[in-house]
């Protein structure tokens, strides 16, 4: 099993993610993609039911907490992380109920194919393999901020031109926000989670 940490010419020392083992076998895809629409549609309806006040309109949030799975099911999944994002949006989106098909399904495909921009992006240019091996905690971090700008430029300028929204920019911070606070919120529980259970051990 390869070091959690990788030592530089330097002869610092940085953290860093271990290479993740992708499921491989169909079973274990199919698997793996429904557990992506099923945490997606926990954290979805956890969302509304924990910050429904916190609501802008009814596709912007400022915490938006499925936010924070975007990215990881893509990094740890490809494009099985996707397609599962893209059922889970779909499925939750209260556009099929009061706008329609096309737009809940443009608004899914907006949110499964986002983060498979920034995967890609960041990945050539941080030179992550594709186990995820010497990924640092600060290379994270900015794999999440991507992941929050390239959802969220394409959702706002689709929902203005839509008529979702009265302009392209007005929806662009609160969203930001959102996926940048629900991921963090994620973050920090199941970081708590982990020392639980760590200690128990």
Known sequence: MPPPSQVHSDGSSRSSVRPIQKPKSTPALLGAGVLVVLL????????EWLFSDLSLSKVINWIFLPAAIRMLSVMVLGWVGAVGLFFGALLTNDMMMHAGWADAVVIAGLSALGPVAAVKACGTWLQI???????RPSQLMIFSLAG?????VPHNIYFFFSGHTPDIFSGMIPMLVGDLLGTLVILYFASLALK????RS
Not at 40 to 47: A, E, G, R
Not at 148 to 152: E, F, G, K, R, T
Not at 196 to 199: C, L, R
């Open 40 to 47: 997606w549609m926990f954290l979805f309806y956890l969302n």
């Open 129 to 135: 393999s594709e186990d995820l091996s010497g990924l």
């Open 148 to 152: 929050a700008i390239c959802n969220v």
């Open 196 to 199: 639980f259970f760590t200690a």
